[in-house]
């Protein structure tokens, strides 16, 4: 599976932040003139969640995937979506070949969207919280939860990832990670733009990404840090940042009150909604997002640094 690239539906391929790639067997490359690059239509799915009940998760996401009437790209889902945020991974894991990542599969298939969400996942003896990538064509990306919110007990019962997972649709680059990586901005922080020759100016033209993805479970009791440390991700990367959370009570009786948001580079809030579910489509703006880069060039002021494993 690894080694090369995609270059599928609008030219998208994925890496992580060492460079590790994600291939196809037989590439699709689009001409340059075929991709429309200035807007991206990501559909944000809040909403219960069935406790422990895969069955019942993905019948419910099939219904509210297949309502969406609007032309979108990207759908994504919450943390743990088809069981909830549960710390019983011996009950209730999969294999990269089980049903969940099959059904995924097929509504990406049918729906011709890229889907995304986490799940857990059993690997080589370990469990796994892992976002999954999923493309229309079948081909997909992972990433595992690197920050395991100890507080509830996830460093106990999952594997931490160390290798973040960035992908790129229609020459949109797109960080993806999960609730508690919320917390610790180092991980999300933009790689600094390399020194020119004379070590003065950056060689690099642009951020490494533009849009900063988080899928979560995270409760009401703890919304205030949620709804602000989302906006600081946007302004401190001047990136649009997307967070999908779910509401309603989870088998331990932690209520969520959702407060997904989409937030643009400037931190201005786009889109939230609080204690309801909502199936919502935004449209991102390239022209928007390269103005601000361009006239407050933050990101190439930053400091540079490196994550040690």
């Known amino acids: 599976m690894l080694g090369g690239s995609i270059y599928i539906f609008h030219k998208l391929f994925i890496n992580s932040v060492h460079r590790l790639l994600l291939s196809s067997h037989n590439p699709i490359t689009l001409p340059a003139d075929k991709i429309i690059m ?3 239509s990501v559909t944000i799915i ?4 069935h406790w422990q009940n895969t069955q019942a998760n993905l019948a419910m996401f099939e219904e509210k995937i297949h309502s969406i009437k609007e032309k979108t790209e990207i759908v994504v889902l919450p943390e743990m979506f088809n069981t909830g945020f549960s710390m019983n991974p011996s009950l209730l894991a999969e294999k990269m070949d089980g049903q969940t990542v099959s059904w995924m599969r097929r509504i990406a298939e049918e729906k011709k969207i890229i889907l995304t ?10 469990y796994y919280n892992r976002l ?7 081909q ?9 919110f100890a507080f509830g007990g996830e460093d106990e019962a999952f594997t931490a990832g160390e290798k973040r997972l960035i992908a790129s649709v229609k020459g949109w680059k797109i960080n993806l990670l999960i609730c508690y990586d919320l917390r610790f901005p180092v991980w999300a922080r933009q790689t600094p733009p390399p020194l020119g020759e004379d070590g003065r100016g950056p060689e690099q033209q642009a951020p490494e990404y533009d849009v900063l993805v988080y899928v979560a479970n995270w409760p009401e009791r703890r919304n205030h840090a949620w709804k602000t440390l989302l906006q600081a991700r946007a302004i401190e990367n001047q ?3 997307v967070g999908a959370n779910r509401v309603g009570d989870d088998g331990n009786n932690i209520h969520y009150s959702g407060d997904s948001m989409v937030i643009d580079p400037l931190g201005e809030v786009l889109y939230t909604k609080a204690n309801d579910e909502d199936v919502f489509t935004v449209v991102l703006k390239k022209d928007k997002l390269e103005e601000v880069r361009n006239k407050l060039p933050f990101w190439k002021d930053a400091d540079s640094f490196s994550i040690l494993p």
């Open 132 to 138: 999954v990538w999923m493309l229309p064509t079948g």
């Open 38 to 40: 200035s807007t991206l």
């Open 239 to 241: 990136c649009y940042v």
């Open 46 to 49: 809040q909403s219960i969640l």
């Open 117 to 126: 969400g986490s799940i857990i996942i059993e690997e080589d003896e370990n």
């Open 140 to 148: 997909y990306g992972v990433y595992d939860k690197r920050h395991r």
